[in-house]
Nanobody, 122 residues
Framework: VLFVESGGGSVQTGGSVCSSC???????????LAWFRQVPGKERECVAA???????YYVDSVHGRFTISRDNARNAVFLQMSDLKPDDTAVYYC?????????????????WGQGTQVTVSL
């Protein structure tokens, strides 16, 4: 299953970006959906995760600025990013697993999007 991402882009500090992600096919139900980000030379970091019960996880650095949401009918996941900072610059990846968990652990996810670039300038 391939997840297709859209959104991302370049903004100035304090700006907002919304990214979305949905599977290319149908027939599967996903439990946990998440967004990770990665910069060159660093580990891929979980930014936010959400399960089918609307339980959520956010990494401390984005609390109050980012919002994760989902559309269960489409298995889609969204990430609204506000008050962006240069440190938020990264490639953002969506991820999914059939298990209904809330996890920031990369290896808990089985399906991934292709990644989209978010660049925040001063």
């Amino acid at each position: 299953v391939l997840f297709v991402e859209s959104g991302g882009g370049s903004v100035q500090t304090g700006g907002s970006v919304c990214s979305s992600c949905a599977p290319s096919g149908r027939g599967m139900t996903f439990g946990a959906l998440a967004w990770f980000r990665q910069v060159p030379g660093k580990e891929r970091e979980c930014v936010a995760a959400i399960n089918r019960n609307d339980g959520k996880y956010y990494v401390d650095s984005v609390h109050g600025r980012f919002t994760i949401s989902r559309d269960n009918a489409r298995n889609a996941v969204f990430l609204q990013m506000s008050d962006l900072k240069p440190d938020d610059t990264a490639v953002y990846y969506c991820a999914a697993t059939s298990r209904n968990i809330i996890s920031p652990v990369r290896t808990d996810y089985d399906y991934w999007g292709q990644g989209t670039q978010v660049t925040v300038s001063l």
